[in-house]
């Protein structure tokens, strides 16, 4: 697979990630653990995950699954919430303490079954505690071999820019995709100023952007999408207008509605490396599929032209989520 690389420091990489956030309290272990290998075999490099993924459960599966590519292959995890390091309860809470960072990185290691983490993320921007002061006990883990890079999640400009003057951030990882683009205003630009790769989180709008929910589309009580108000019934149906955009290019590609949400990231800036993620090979091999999409030029000026008279509707996630994303 073609492969791109992730801010100024040499970190390559997949063009396409594997996120892993999926892969908590599932009674399939093995069938994921057979999903992720499958992806390797297949060329995928970028495995992601976070300790608060479960919590634990995702680390320690993603762990055993690559521990026969571990040299081949570059892990991502993310510290930041304030998980008890004993019982793997969530406290809901944001915690960015130095003692926290180090303590949650040892645990981390241990889940994951090796000696350095490979891109070590902050979940979120911890208001209580200065960049500075993040950054300075990333910089420690990785001249003590514990790390390779640093990473941020979600994070705004001023954070940015605050963390990458004590430490180069690798990469930022937020969500980008058609239907969320609030990253071009301000935070690409800052990107490319310092080098810094971007990692899209669900880059397929949680799923909508592949054209597989609709108004009859139900979901149960632990999945996440019942209660972001994007995926309510009236913003579905107003939603729906962009899935038909992508659904008229794929056609005229021989491609999926999905291959084409994620060709354009692709398409967007070289360093952009999308961590789609599935429990489905099938879904896996759609997804690869999009790197050998070729968007020209008009294609890119159709969607674009086409996806501004779009608006959007409904919050990417419920008010009491945002809140505790700090920036």
Same mark, same amino acid.
């Given at each position: 697979?073609?492969?791109?690389?992730?801010?100024?420091?040499?970190?390559?990489?997949?063009?396409?990630?594997?996120?892993?956030?999926?892969?908590?309290?599932?009674?399939?272990?093995?069938?994921?653990?057979?999903?992720?290998?499958?992806?390797?075999?297949?060329?995928?490099?970028?495995?992601?995950?976070?300790?608060?993924?479960?919590?634990?459960?995702?680390?320690?599966?993603?762990?055993?699954?690559?521990?026969?590519?571990?040299?081949?292959?570059?892990?991502?995890?993310?510290?930041?919430?304030?998980?008890?390091?004993?019982?793997?309860?969530?406290?809901?809470?944001?915690?960015?303490?130095?003692?926290?960072?180090?303590?949650?990185?040892?645990?981390?290691?241990?889940?994951?079954?090796?000696?350095?983490?490979?891109?070590?993320?902050?979940?979120?921007?911890?208001?209580? &505690?200065?960049?500075?002061?993040?950054?300075?006990?990333?910089?420690?883990?990785?001249?003590?071999?514990?790390?390779?890079?640093?990473?941020?999640?979600?994070?705004?400009?001023?954070?940015?820019?605050?963390?990458?003057?004590?430490?180069?951030?690798?990469?930022?990882?937020?969500?980008?995709?058609?239907?969320?683009?609030?990253?071009?205003?301000?935070?690409?630009? &800052?990107?490319?100023?310092?080098?810094?790769?971007?990692?899209?989180?669900?880059?397929?709008?949680?799923?909508?952007?592949?054209?597989?929910?609709?108004?009859?589309?139900?979901?149960?009580?632990?999945?996440?999408?019942?209660?972001?108000?994007?995926?309510?019934?009236?913003?579905?149906?107003?939603?729906?207008?962009?899935?038909?955009?992508?659904?008229?290019?794929?056609?005229?590609?021989?491609?999926?509605?999905?291959?084409?949400?994620?060709?354009?990231?692709?398409?967007?800036?070289?360093?952009? &490396?999308?961590?789609?993620?599935?429990?489905?090979?099938?879904?896996?091999?759609?997804?690869?599929?999009?790197?050998?999409?070729?968007?020209?030029?008009?294609?890119?000026?159709?969607?674009?032209?086409?996806?501004?008279?779009?608006?959007?509707?409904?919050?990417?996630?419920?008010?009491?989520?945002?809140?505790?994303?700090?920036?």
């Amino acid at each position: 697979m073609e492969k791109r690389k992730l801010g100024n420091g040499g970190l390559e990489v997949s063009a396409l990630g594997f996120g892993c956030m999926g892969y908590g309290p599932a009674p399939d272990r093995q069938n994921l653990i057979a999903v992720i290998r499958a992806a390797v075999e297949r060329g995928v490099t970028f495995f992601d995950t976070a300790e608060v993924y479960g919590p634990f459960r995702n680390e320690e599966i993603v762990g055993e699954a690559l521990a026969p590519f571990r040299d081949s292959v570059t892990i991502a995890t993310k510290f930041g919430w304030d998980v008890d390091l004993e019982t793997g309860k969530h406290l809901g809470r944001l915690n960015s303490r130095p003692d926290h960072i180090k303590a949650a990185t040892e645990g981390m290691l241990r889940r994951l079954g090796t000696d350095r983490i490979d891109l070590l993320y902050q979940h979120r921007v911890d208001p209580d &505690v200065p960049m500075e002061d993040v950054a300075g006990v990333v910089k420690e883990l990785i001249r003590q071999g514990k790390a390779k890079y640093f990473g941020m999640s979600e994070a705004g400009v001023q954070s940015i820019r605050r963390a990458h003057a004590v430490l180069p951030v690798t990469a930022l990882q937020s969500e980008y995709s058609l239907w969320t683009r609030e990253p071009e205003a301000e935070i690409l630009p &800052v990107l490319e100023e310092l080098g810094i790769g971007l990692v899209p989180y669900s880059p397929l709008g949680k799923g909508f952007l592949a054209g597989k929910i609709d108004d009859t589309t139900t979901f149960d009580s632990s999945d996440l999408r019942g209660r972001i108000p994007r995926f309510e019934l009236e913003a579905r149906l107003a939603n729906q207008a962009l899935v038909d955009l992508l659904r008229i290019v794929a056609e005229r590609k021989g491609a999926t509605p999905a291959q084409i949400a994620l060709a354009w990231l692709l398409a967007q800036k070289p360093w952009i &490396v999308p961590i789609p993620g599935t429990r489905r090979l099938d879904r896996l091999d759609q997804n690869l599929g999009s790197v050998s999409v070729v968007l020209t030029k008009d294609d890119l000026r159709e969607i674009e032209q086409s996806a501004s008279k779009i608006e959007v509707q409904g919050a990417r996630y419920p008010e009491a989520i945002l809140k505790l994303s700090g920036r």
